[in-house]
């Protein structure tokens, strides 16, 4: 039984980062107070001013979608209208100078507004502190709190890569504390300017500012803000940040949404951030549509459970080093590797049910997380800064330990699922039919068949010896990755973060273990750009009823792809699962976690019109020399998701492989006494001995297996220049820093140089 410590989310609460920013600190300044009510507002201990001119006064038109509009009006549906008459009934409190202003009362058909006019963006004392002191405000036809002209301090064309300061900002928010505030808002479609399709209005939350916004608490940060939504919850056209005090957010959309595109950061540095969102037809916990930065607090938030949604989602990079996060989704998107606190991305074969409890121990038992999910989820994000590198954990739902059979570096056991793409070989692709990934038959020519023996280093084909005859490809295109047996050590490391394929164990859940095969065995096959992924068929290994099989396929890392269905439902057309787009993807097919006779899980990975290796991205160097030459078979990998280039090349991986670039004939030769005849290397190193291209250690050894240097490739690549008399300048090839033993990226991109 495991060792059950406190609640992590009632250690959240107890230790509740208390960030006290600017606007706190201009409490110490001359405050006015504004008293809400719905029989009499006042500010100061006064009535309320009627005159625009006054500094805070009520009577101002509330912008609204109206009702009864044709299309040239703006881009609303019916849903988003609303009569003259509700519209009038709300009443708008207008804040129209700089200062603090401590608001308390309700308004139960009302907006708080603030709006210093035109050019308050540009005037750095255009800054207004709201502190929020049991405020309860309702509005049913737009943003029941509303920024509209404030103090900017960025620009929005300013990328920040995801670092903000908001100490200047014109809009902040604090919440009292011991107050509990509550905003109840809905939201404003786009209208346009007239005559025009531009944006004139469109407010999405119930929280809203159309210049960068900060909240925070005072100094105990006991405040609280209860937000619900009938569209987005918390919004900023630019950046966000919250610092501190408690907010909870009930959304049927976003829960929170910054939308500059690649520009916005949403920063949380402390305090307290629950988020409910999704609870109408989608929508994400956190959504910024550039940067999402975490430095502190504790996060909880969940996305919409049925639409590919996640509890965070950022279009640009999602950063957490520091406090405690907690993300549950359909698909969250993929952490940065450059966060600064570990953390862990677990994704299920199978969506979990609401009210799971999700669970993670070291191995003395003791949990670090233990969360019970609101609504269904099949992926979660979990950081804490008790999560360690280098440490085995375990993992459960509902006591039952979890395993996994993909991580960050692709499906477990290597090889498993995915080919090189299928193309026209006059753009250096493999025709369509050409043998995939694993096969190594014979053949010469540059945009023949793969060569016979495949490199040191390069991915070799299974021991068809230990697997499952019906699991093995006869195409060629790999194997099931439920072949191989799970794994329940979840390890996090500098470069593992992630873990794919997560259902019950076999073994602690009792159950009976199914494989899947996909495609009559033969997998999934990469294709080139523009090509359809083909996915025509799926079968158990056992008798499981199609409304109990699961398919999902997401991109890697998750980013912006995500479909999920049950065979049910797509089995006369399962093509509708499939993307077409550029990427690379990962198909899995699982049993239903609330099938009470089977479990079982396989993956495939594959891509599209991209190598699919996780360990290279294509802004490094050496990508498109890789992908040059994976297309024509001359480098293949070390797995079907890994290419390693960072490993060093051996003197029979050097030669081998610049013989298949070259489509040599291959020689068998005595030259050498430790060169194995008829191996994968033996006829490309003859051929490089009866050219002189090599000549050993002068005692009739080759030394296959040592590293190549630098400095030895450039002498045989010189000597073949020399024989072949190209002009191609070798000293610019090697530059004065490339010495010591070559890499496989180095060696990918001087082998390019011949093409």
Not at 415 to 436: D, I, M, S, V, Y
Not at 650 to 656: D, K, L
């Amino acid at each position: 039984m495991l060792k059950r410590t406190m609640s992590l989310l009632l250690a959240s609460v107890l230790a509740l980062t208390s960030v006290v920013g600017l606007a706190s600190a201009n409490t110490s300044t001359e405050e006015t107070l504004i008293q809400l009510s719905d029989t009499g507002i006042k500010v100061a201990g006064q009535a309320v001013s009627t005159d625009p001119s006054a500094a805070v006064y009520t009577g101002a038109d509330i912008v609204y979608y109206e009702a009864g509009q044709d299309s040239s009006y703006g881009e609303g549906t019916a849903a988003d209208e609303h009569s003259a008459e509700e519209a009038a009934a709300h009443t708008v409190v207008t804040i129209t100078e700089p200062g603090v202003y401590r608001v308390s009362g309700k308004l139960s058909a009302g907006q708080l507004a603030v709006d210093l006019g035109e050019d308050a963006a540009t005037d750095p004392t255009a800054v207004v502190t709201l502190i929020l002191d049991g405020v309860d405000i309702t509005n049913t036809v737009a943003p029941a709190v509303i920024f509209y002209n404030v103090y900017e301090p960025y620009s929005d064309t300013e990328d920040t890569n995801g670092v903000v300061d908001l100490g200047d900002a014109g809009a902040r928010v604090i919440l009292a504390d011991g107050s509990v505030n509550t905003v109840n808002g809905s939201y404003v479609a786009k209208i346009y300017k007239e005559g025009t399709t531009k944006k004139l209005h469109k407010y999405d939350g119930a929280f809203y500012s159309k210049m960068s916004m900060s909240i925070a608490g005072e100094s105990a940060g006991t405040g609280e803000l209860h937000i619900t939504a009938a569209n987005e919850g918390l919004d900023s056209e630019l950046h966000l940040e919250l610092n501190g005090g408690k907010v909870y957010i009930e959304a049927q959309d976003d829960g929170i949404n910054t939308n500059e595109d690649g520009i916005s950061v949403t920063t949380i540095n402390g305090g307290y951030l629950y988020v409910n969102a999704g609870l109408g037809a989608e929508g994400d916990g956190i959504d910024s549509n550039g940067y999402l930065t975490i430095n502190g607090g504790t996060i909880v938030t969940m996305s919409n459970e049925r639409s590919p949604d996640g509890g965070i989602d950022a279009d640009m990079d999602i950063t957490i080093n520091g406090g405690t996060v907690i993300a549950l989704g359909t698909r969250n998107d993929a952490t940065s590797a450059a966060s600064k606190q570990p953390f862990i991305e677990l994704s299920f074969a199978s969506t979990q049910a609401a009210g799971s409890v999700i669970a993670l121990a070291d191995a003395a038992g003791n949990e670090l997380l233990s969360h019970t999910a609101e609504k269904a989820f099949q992926s979660v994000t979990f950081s804490s800064a008790e999560l360690k590198l280098d440490t085995e954990y375990s993992l459960y739902i509902n006591d039952v330990q979890q395993q996994y059979t993909g991580n960050s570096f692709g499906m477990m056991g290597g090889g498993f699922g995915g080919n090189r793409p299928t193309g026209e070989g006059e753009n250096g692709q493999l025709a369509q039919g050409a043998r995939p990934e694993g096969d190594r038959p014979a053949g010469e020519g540059m945009n023949g068949p793969f060569p016979s023996g495949a490199p040191t280093g390069e991915m070799t084909p299974p021991n068809q010896e230990n697997i499952n005859p019906e699991q093995a490809n006869p195409n060629g295109q790999g194997i099931a990755a439920a072949s191989v047996e799970g794994s329940t050590a979840f390890v996090i490391t500098e470069a593992v973060h992630s873990f794919s394929g997560i259902s019950e164990a076999a073994d602690a859940s009792g159950k009976t273990r199914v494989v899947f095969t996909v495609n009559d065995g033969a997998g999934i096959a990469s294709v080139s750009s523009g090509q359809p992924v083909v996915l025509e068929q799926v079968a158990a290994s056992e008798d499981v009823p199609d409304t109990d099989i699961q398919l999902t396929v997401t991109d890697v890392p998750s980013e912006n792809y995500s479909e999920t269905f049950l065979l049910s439902e797509i089995k006369d057309d399962l093509s509708q699962i499939m993307p077409e787009e550029d990427g690379q993807y990962r198909l899995t097919v699982a049993v239903v976690s609330s099938n009470e006779t089977y479990t079982g899980v396989s993956q495939w990975q594959f891509s599209i019109g991209v190598l699919p290796f996780t360990d290279l991205n294509p802004s490094d160097a050496a990508y498109s020399a890789v992908k040059v030459l994976y297309e024509r078979g001359v480098m293949i990998g070390t797995s079907t998701t890994r290419f390693s280039p960072n490993a060093t090349v051996t003197r029979a991986t050097a030669i081998t492989t610049l013989g298949r670039l070259l489509g040599i004939e291959q020689v068998e030769s005595t030259a050498f006494t430790d060169v194995a005849q008829n191996s994968w290397y033996s006829g490309y190193v003859g051929w490089a001995a009866s050219n002189s291209l090599v000549v050993g250690d002068g005692k009739g050894h080759f030394m296959p297996e040592d590293n190549l240097t630098a400095e030895q490739m450039k002498l045989v690549l010189s000597r073949f220049t020399e024989l072949n008399e190209l002009d191609i300048a070798l000293d610019a090839l090697f530059p004065s820093d490339m010495s010591g033993t070559l890499t496989r990226a180095e060696l990918a991109v001087l082998l390019n140089e011949f093409l």
